[in-house]
């Protein structure tokens, strides 16, 4: 993986940061993709892209390894071109049967997750390299001020092997928005730090991009930081767009059963829907527009409550583990082959092997058609 993406980043390096750079105002700008096919031999690596995203705008691509992120990406930057379909920024074609304009010319900006930073040149070098369209004093002045803005102008003079993960993202981060693009293309920019340290610096990184205010695409294959940075979510599969929408959206709304495992571990229950009601092992649930047939009745793990047995659903308590802020607790049930996940905020004192009753909250209940892929 590693090596895939240091090739990727490699074929990217051609444009890196956007010439018509300039230290001036970024204006942020309009990125369409029409109808975007690519194929590769007989492998379709893109399958009918079409999405708009605003200007200002702050989209997530998410979605399993190969399923097209970054050839997206590649195809929005100018390094590759499009088998068929259009690119258009502020309506204007740069990729297309009707022009092609230079990666360069795009005004675009890319960041990768191993932040591709000369080893050789210090910080401030590192990031005057993005602004080569500006003549040496301008480009001091700008490196200077993108730096300042990731707190960091004070390392101007060192090299990068001298700065931790994190400094060193945020290194690329300046470099990256120092000539102001007006679209930033960004693959997964969070990935090599450490779960500590990434919180931290993807909050600090959204807040400067809003700030800059610069459209932005950040490809992701963790549903959690999508859901915290994105204005919406694109989730891709095999080279298409399945779903769209703002986190809650996608989250409670998701289209199929694969959109919805996405986002959340759940309890799937074998069931069967007839009329309008799902029913199964643990309850019936409504599931209005889905024909009768077999489905699958998935509850999320914090929709369960335990109450005193004899009360609602009987189960024996199989497992305890405690996780912090919540527990998870398996609970056994009649004619549920795999045990039933709870997470539990209160601290409920049940045992191993105590027999529980469980209260299922509706609204923590989806229902899908068995066939649904
Ligand atoms: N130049 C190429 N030649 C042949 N196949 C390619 C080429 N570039 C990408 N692919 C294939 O296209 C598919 C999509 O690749 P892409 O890198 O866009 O996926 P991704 O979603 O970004 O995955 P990851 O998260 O692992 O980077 C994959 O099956 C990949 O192997």
């Known amino acids: 993986m ?157 090299f990068p092997h001298t700065l931790s993960g994190g400094e060193q993202q945020r290194v690329a981060l300046a470099r990256s928005i120092a000539p102001r693009p007006g679209v930033l293309l960004m693959d997964e920019p969070f990935s090599n730090l450490d779960r500590r340290m990434r919180d931290a610096i993807r909050d600090e990184t959204v807040a400067i991009l809003r700030e800059t205010g610069a459209t932005t695409i950040v490809v992701t294959h963790d549903p959690e930081e999508a859901m915290r940075i994105a204005d919406r979510i694109v989730l891709m599969r095999a080279g298409a767009v399945i779903q769209e929408g703002t986190s809650e959206e996608i989250y409670k709304h998701p289209v199929s059963l694969f959109a919805a495992r996405f986002f959340c571990d759940f309890n799937e229950i074998p069931g069967v829907v007839r009329g309008g009601q799902a029913s199964c092992p643990v309850g019936v649930f409504p599931a209005p527009g889905l024909s009768d047939g077999p489905a699958v009745i998935c509850v999320r793990p914090q929709g369960l409550r335990l109450k005193p047995p004899g009360f609602c659903l009987p189960g024996r308590v199989a497992s305890r583990r405690f996780l912090g802020e919540v527990d998870m607790i398996h609970i056994d049930v009649q004619g549920v082959d795999r045990p039933l996940q709870a997470r539990i905020h209160d601290s409920v004192p049940v045992k191993e092997g105590q027999d529980v009753g469980i209260e299922i909250d509706p609204k923590d209940v989806l229902v899908f058609a068995a066939s649904d892929p």
């Open 2 to 158: 590693m090596q895939k993406r240091a090739q990727v980043r490699d074929r990217f390096r051609l444009p890196l940061w956007g010439q018509r750079g300039t230290a001036g105002a970024s204006i942020p700008a309009q990125l369409a993709f029409e109808n975007i096919v690519q194929s590769y031999g007989d492998m379709r690596a893109l399958d009918g892209v079409s999405l708009t995203v605003e200007p200002g705008e702050l989209v997530c691509l998410l979605g399993h390894s190969g399923c097209g992120k970054t050839t997206l990406l590649r195809i929005a930057a100018g390094v590759e071109t499009p088998t068929s379909g259009r690119v258009l920024m502020d309506g204007r074609e740069v990729s297309g049967p009707d022009a092609y304009v230079e990666p360069e010319r795009r005004g675009i900006g890319l960041m990768f997750q191993d932040y591709a930073l000369f080893p050789h040149m210090t910080i401030l070098q590192n990031v005057m390299f993005g602004l080569r369209g500006l003549s040496a004093s301008e480009a001091n002045v700008a490196a200077h001020r993108a730096l300042s803005r990731v707190g960091l102008d004070h390392y101007a003079d060192e």
